[in-house]
């Protein structure tokens, strides 16, 4: 199951250099389940052909106003009706010119215009272009209507110069679009602060004690928050994965960093889901230099670090939504339900980690949500995408 099943994308490709992107964009949106329907402007039609885009999609690509759709009613209408998004990627300072100004004189901004769907603009431009005022106003204008805007970005541009106005990375205009299709009315004004990952605690300058947790999840999380609409801040501990798009990132590498990280974001936030795996442990002390063999063995001291989710209890009670997770070995339910009371939270995630396809490092997990009440819901194995979804779900419930 991909993030675009079922949903009617159309795809504007306009005539920047970076439109070659465009059909490497429009493969993954079907790949992903989407039915794309392409328009290309006249200059992009100098750089690619109809056909390449044809063939991704299996259905036709428009380029010219005068298209007749078999029904002989008028395809931009048409298409722009259908749609449940319009990408336009890459958007060229005209088109902007074009979308800004109602202006439809050709087939892309004519179905613009005819379209109530909600619409992504991906800027590509010489850094000229792009800081021209004519185009910066262009832009606020749309922004201020409500489009999506995704980069541009600073880095390599066609004339052989590193500046801003290149193509944002594709990942980020599936974000973007992906926001367009997932904003819903009870997540818009809201603030959420998600944690994902390991914390990571110093024994000397090169060694630490860690864990195995891989940040998928909180960061499945923060994703999901961020396409309904809300602001989300995600607190991180080291991990391999890429920043997402639309979310702000800090990272706090040890227990005690994301404990001051969550509690100044939780200062007026709707929701905190602490799905990062806080060490419960830290070394009682740092060696400033890096720990010597001895030939005989060594004794670590440990001390007990604070608990980041209770201690959010103890500063805000029940001003915002509490989730956590108890990924356990044994007794799961149990031990879940006595975490949920310990720390004050509305909703535990319980998970046993010792089951196939469920916990740290994998991208599917089988959790047992439990709430306040008795309140609970079996979860098959799911991908971590879709667990976040029904974390959500719940959490939307609790908002109201
Ligand atoms: O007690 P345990 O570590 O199993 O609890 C897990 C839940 O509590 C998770 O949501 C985790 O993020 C959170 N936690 C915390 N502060 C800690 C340890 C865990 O907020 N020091």
Redesign the pocket.
């Known amino acids: 199951m991909g993030r675009f099943d079922g949903k009617r994308v159309v795809l504007g490709v306009t005539g920047s250099i970076s439109c070659f992107k465009a059909a490497q964009l429009c493969s993954t949106l079907v790949q992903t389940g989407a039915d794309v329907d392409v328009i290309l402007t006249a200059a992009a039609r100098e750089f690619l052909t109809p056909l390449t885009f044809q063939s991704l999609t299996r259905r036709p690509v428009y380029t010219s106003l005068y298209d007749v759709l078999p029904d002989l009613s008028s395809a931009h209408v048409a298409l722009g009706a259908q749609a449940d998004v319009l990408l336009i990627c890459p958007a060229s300072a005209t088109t902007l010119a074009r979308l800004a100004h109602g202006s439809a004189e050709d087939m892309l901004s004519c179905t613009a215009l005819a379209s109530k769907a909600p619409l992504v603009i991906a800027p590509a431009m010489n850094v000229n272009m792009w800081e021209h005022p004519a185009t910066r106003a262009n832009v606020a204008l749309l922004r201020e209507r409500g489009a999506i805007q995704v980069g541009p970005v600073v880095g390599h541009l066609a004339e052989g110069i590193s500046a801003m106005g290149r193509l944002a990375p594709l990942e980020d205009v599936l974000a973007a679009t992906r926001l367009a299709l997932g904003r819903r009315p009870a997540w818009e004004g809201r603030r959420v602060v998600v944690?994902a990952g390991g914390t990571q605690e110093p024994l000397d300058p090169v060694r630490y004690i860690g864990n195995r947790s891989s940040g998928k999840m909180g960061y499945a999380i923060a994703e999901a928050a961020r396409d309904r609409g809300a602001r989300v801040s995600l607190i991180a501990g080291p991990t391999a994965l890429p920043h997402p798009w639309g979310v702000e990132v800090r990272l706090a590498p040890t227990?005690r960093e994301m404990l001051d990280a969550v509690l100044a974001a939780c200062d007026g936030a709707d929701a905190l889901i602490?799905?990062?795996?806080?060490a419960?442990y830290r070394p009682a002390g740092v060696a400033e230099h890096k720990i010597k063999k001895t030939g005989v063995g060594l004794e670590l001291r440990l001390v007990q670090?604070?608990?980041?989710?209770?201690t959010v209890h103890a500063t805000y009670g029940d001003r915002l939504v509490k989730v956590?997770?108890?990924?356990e070995s044994q007794d799961v339910l149990a031990e879940a339900g006595r975490?949920l009371d310990a720390?004050g939270l509305h909703l535990i995630c319980a998970n046993d980690v010792t089951e196939p396809g469920s916990g740290f490092g994998t991208d599917t997990n089988r959790v047992t949500l439990i709430g306040r009440n008795g309140w609970r819901e079996d979860l098959p194995v799911m991908a971590k995408e879709a667990v976040a979804d029904r974390i959500l779900d719940r959490v939307e419930q609790l908002f109201s």
Not at 305 to 310: L, Q
Request: hydrophobic letters at 60%; glycine letters at 4%.
């Open positions: 944690t227990a602490m799905a990062a795996a806080v419960d670090n604070p608990d980041i989710v209770a956590g997770f108890a990924a975490k720390k």
